[in-house]
T-cell receptor, first 112, second 113 residues
Framework: DSGVTQTPKHLITATGQRVTLRCSPR?????VYWYQQSLDQGLQFLIH???????AKGNILERFSAQQFPDLHSELNLSSLELGDSALYFC???????????FGPGTRLTVL | QKEVEQDPGPLSVPEGAIVSLNCTYS??????FMWYRQYSRKGPELLMY????GNKEDGRFTAQVDKSSKYISLFIRDSQPSDSATYLC?????????????FGTGTKLQVIP
């Protein structure tokens, strides 16, 4: 158990809908990262927050947004969902930027 | 050219074999190297990390970094069926005031009993 929690574990929704994925980092970690992993694909970095502020953006679509709250938990919002958004979404946390990242168990999103 | 290259495999070996997993990288500024293991449909799990060139050992696992060749390896001794997973290398570099981590795409390993 990495200490990073993600909810929900599974999410099934329809095209055009909006969903919110939640991540709680390890105790003491200030950085939260979001990744997307499609079937048999590598980890695609989406976005990084550090202590409430956005620090870096990767290949994140405009339909996706994220935030990190004062208690350091983070949410990833996915809107106008398309079939191609079906994937595993992982959250990772680290103490600082660039430190070892510890991954949560992921949220499996299925868009029908 | 990708910053980090990793053979996707799959790599199939018999139980008990020594496994060698490798990554090459192009950015000589990378300073921190990690290996993650990911079981199917699970989150990546940190196996090992190192800052320096040379070898670092942890049980059946040895991480090797050769900064002059920009090459890192993970060796697994006495491989077990439970080692069957995808192995991801990752590297960190300070870029534009930001410590950036780059992952390889992963090598899928199958250990056959």
């Amino acid at each position: 158990d990495s200490g990073v929690t993600q909810t929900p574990k599974h999410l099934i929704t329809a095209t055009g809908q909006r969903v919110t994925l939640r991540c709680s980092p390890r105790s003491g970690d200030l950085s939260v990262y979001w990744y997307q992993q499609s079937l048999d694909q590598g980890l695609q970095f989406l976005i990084h927050y550090y202590n409430g502020e956005e620090r870096a953006k990767g290949n994140i679509l405009e339909r996706f947004s994220a935030q990190q709250f004062p208690d350091l938990h983070s949410e990833l919002n996915l809107s106008s969902l398309e079939l191609g958004d079906s994937a595993l979404y992982f959250c990772a946390s680290s103490v600082d930027t660039g430190d070892t990242q510890y991954f949560g168990p992921g949220t499996r999103l299925t868009v029908l | 050219q990708k910053e980090v290259e990793q053979d996707p495999g799959p790599l199939s070996v018999p139980e008990g074999a020594i496994v060698s997993l490798n990554c090459t990288y192009s950015n000589s500024a990378f300073q921190y190297f990690m290996w993650y293991r990911q079981y199917s449909r699970k989150g990546p799990e940190l196996l090992m990390y190192t800052y320096s060139s040379g070898n670092k050992e942890d049980g059946r696992f040895t991480a090797q970094v050769d900064k002059s060749s920009k090459y890192i390896s993970l060796f697994i001794r006495d491989s077990q069926p439970s080692d069957s997973a995808t192995y991801l290398c990752a590297m960190s570099v300070l870029s534009g005031g930001y410590q950036k981590v780059t992952f390889g795409t992963g090598t899928k390993l199958q250990v056959i009993p």
